[in-house]
C-alpha cells in the first residue's frame, strides 16, 4: 500500500510499504477514506534531519474498518469510523476521567511504543481499537463537506473544543483567541457553541479571519505585539480579556496572551509549544492570579458530544478545509500549506 | 509613634516617626493591637540594599479605629477590624467578583501609590476603609489564642485558603501541600476543612510538620527533589497528586510541584514567586494538561467565610505563632524567623 514519509525537513514522499495486518486481538484495520495535514506536521517540515528510513505522517483519518481482532467489541467490519490523533484504552484512570491523552496503555500515531503508522496512508492499523474509535451513522459516498467536517472531529474541532472547556467558556464569556489556522477558527466556532458573547480574533489573513466572522468572530485583531494587546484590552473595556484561547505555540503567541488576560482569567493554549520556558512569575501569571491550563486535547472525549451538530449540518467545521490532493499529491500539500496557499489540506486516498 | 523601618538586608529599626492623620474622607485610622513578620518580609531582609531613607514594614494587623474620615460607613471608632494585606475600595469590578488584590483603586501596605505605611507599629492609617476593613465582635482584652487566629485572617490564613479554592479542593480530593511555613500549614488546615482525604505534606521541620499533622496532613514526606517526588508518587497511587499547593515561592518548589502533580491535575501556587521564567512546555505543564493556578491572595474575599470557626474556636490557625514579641523587640523577631527558630513570630505594640 501507499503510505506518506518525510525523510527530513521540505522532503515528503509517497512511498509502498507492506500492508499492515492484526497484530493484537483488541486491533481493528482502517482503510483510509480521508486523511488531512496538520499544522503541527509543518514543525518537522522546518526542522527534521535527514533520516533514510523515513518517520510515517498523519494523525487525523477517517475510514471504514476492514477488518478486526477477536476482543474487538464495539466497531465491526464495515463501520465507518473517526480516529482521534491519539490512542485510547477506554477503561484506564485517565480515559474514565476524559483525559484520553494521559492514557496509561495509549499513546500516538507512528508511536515507536505503540508499533503504530500515520494516517497518510491508505490504510492503519488501529490498536485499542474499543477505547480509540467512534462509529459515524455515515458512508464514503456522503457529500465532501460532511466528510470533511467528520474529519476535523480527529483533531482540530475538538483540539478548538477542548481549548474553550478548559478556559471556562460559558454564556456571555469574553474571550480572545490568538491565532486564524485551522485550530483558532474552530476555537472560535467552539466559544460560540459554548454561549460567548464577544469574540475577538487575532489574526491577520484576511480569507482566515473573515471565516472567522462567520464562525462567530465579534472581533478581528490584525495587529500584532504591544499594538495587538493594546487593541484587544480597547475591545475588552480596557482591562482585558478574561477567556484567552492560544492556538499557536510560539513564544510570542504566549506573550501576547499574558498581554492581553484580564486580572482573574485564563489562558487556555491548545497550540503545541515550541518553547519549555516561559514567564510565569509576578510580573505575568502571577501577580494577576491569572490561570495557565491546556494541553494536548483529549478528542476521543469530545467526538459523541459534538457529532449530531455536524451531522445535521447546524455546524461545519470542515469549512476550514480549503484544498483536497489526492495521496500522491500530499507533498503538494504540505507545500501550500507551508506557504500558507492553503489553511488546512484534506488527503483523498 | 513607633513604627519598624528596614534599612538593608538584616538591618531592621525601630523608629519614632510622625502620628498618622486622616488624609481623606475615606480613611480609618487604626491602633494596632497585634501585627507579625511574615515569611515574605525575609525576601527584603536578605537581598535589600542599604537605604537611608528605610521602607516601612509590616502588611498583617488587627486593632481597633481610633478615627474615621466622613465617608466611611461600615466601621466606627472602637470596633475591632481585621486588616487585610491588600487595600480595597469594595465596589470596582474585581472586588466585586472577589479579586481584591487586583482592586482598580486599591493597593497594598507601605505603598508609594497610596501613601501607605506598614503595620508593624503602633497604629496605621486605613485607605478605603468601607472596603479594605472587616470588624469582629471581639475586644483586645480577649486571650491571646483567638487574636493571634484573627491575625492570621490578614493575609496567611486566607492565603493558604485560597491556594485549596484556586486549587479545587473538595471532598475526597487528594493533595499535596508543598512547604511547612505558616502559610503551608494553613493550606493544610484549609484543605481539610474544604473535605480533602489524602493530605500529603512536603516539609523537613518536624515541630512544623508535626503542627501539619494536627490541622490535617495525613502523610508527611521530609525528602526533596527527585527522592521526594518519588516519594509522593508513591503514596498517590503511583499517578501523582490531582492537586498540588505550593507555598514556598522558589524555583525548587516550582520543579517539586511539576514532579508531584498527576496529569491532568492542578499546580495553585500562592508562594511569591522568586523566579519568573520556568518550564511550562510539552515536558512539563503542557503534555499532561495540567493547570497552573494562583497568586496573591485576595483575603479580603474570604474574611467573612472563615471567621465564624475562628471565633468558635473549631479551628485555630493562630497555632502557626510560636513566639510574641513586643514592638521594640521586632528586630528580633525577623532574626528569629531567619534562624528558622521562630515559625512565625506575632508582635504587640
Redesign the interface.
Known amino acids: 500500500m501507499k503510505a506518506t514519509y518525510m525523510f527530513g525537513a521540505g522532503d515528503v514522499r509517497v512511498i509502498d510499504v507492506p500492508d499492515h495486518t492484526i497484530q493484537s486481538s483488541t486491533d481493528a484495520l482502517v482503510r483510509i477514506v480521508r486523511a488531512c495535514v496538520c499544522g503541527s506536521d509543518l514543525h518537522p517540515y522546518h526542522s527534521m534531519g535527514v533520516d533514510p528510513a523515513g518517520t510515517s505522517m498523519g494523525h487525523e483519518f477517517i475510514g471504514v474498518v476492514e477488518a478486526v481482532g477477536s476482543d474487538v467489541r464495539t466497531v465491526r467490519v464495515g463501520d465507518f469510523v473517526i480516529a482521534p490523533f491519539a490512542v485510547s484504552c477506554g477503561t484506564c ?2 480515559c474514565a ?1 476524559g ?1 484520553q ?2 492514557c496509561v496503555r495509549g499513546g500516538f500515531w507512528n508511536d515507536a511504543a505503540l508499533g503504530t503508522a500515520g494516517g497518510q496512508a491508505e490504510a492503519v492499523r488501529v490498536p485499542l481499537a474499543d477505547g480509540t474509535l467512534v462509529t459515524a451513522p455515515v458512508c464514503e459516498d456522503d457529500d465532501d463537506a460532511l466528510l470533511d467536517s467528520l474529519l476535523t472531529l480527529s483533531d482540530v474541532y475538538g483540539t478548538g473544543w477542548h481549548a474553550a472547556v ?1 478556559g471556562g467558556v460559558g454564556e456571555g464569556s469574553v474571550v480572545t483567541v490568538i491565532g486564524d489556522g485551522a485550530v483558532g477558527l474552530l476555537a472560535v466556532l467552539s466559544a460560540r457553541q459554548l454561549g460567548a458573547e464577544q469574540i475577538v480574533l487575532m489574526g491577520r489573513h484576511q480569507v482566515r479571519t473573515d471565516l472567522g466572522r462567520e464562525f462567530g468572530a465579534t472581533d478581528v485583531v490584525a495587529e500584532r505585539g504591544e499594538e495587538g494587546i493594546a487593541r484587544v484590552r480597547e475591545l475588552t473595556g480596557g ?1 482585558g480579556s478574561a477567556i484567552v484561547l492560544e492556538a499557536v505555540g510560539h513564544r510570542p503567541a ?1 506573550d501576547q496572551a499574558v498581554g492581553v488576560v484580564r ?2 482569567g485564563v489562558i487556555s ?1 491548545v497550540g ?2 515550541q ?22 486535547a ?1 478528542v476521543r472525549a469530545y467526538i459523541e458530544r459534538l457529532l449530531p451538530a455536524v451531522l445535521e449540518g447546524t455546524v461545519q467545521p470542515g469549512r476550514v478545509f480549503d484544498r483536497t490532493v489526492g495521496l500522491d499529491q500530499t507533498p503538494l500539500g504540505y507545500a501550500a500549506m507551508d506557504a500558507r496557499e492553503a489553511l488546512k489540506v484534506a488527503v483523498r486516498p
Open positions: 484512570v485517565f476521567q483525559l491523552t494521559s478548559r482591562l504566549y486580572a482573574g493554549r503545541v509549544p518553547y519549555e520556558d516561559a514567564p510565569v512569575g509576578f510580573g505575568s501569571l502571577f501577580g494577576p492570579n491569572v490561570t495557565l491550563t491546556g494541553g494536548p483529549p
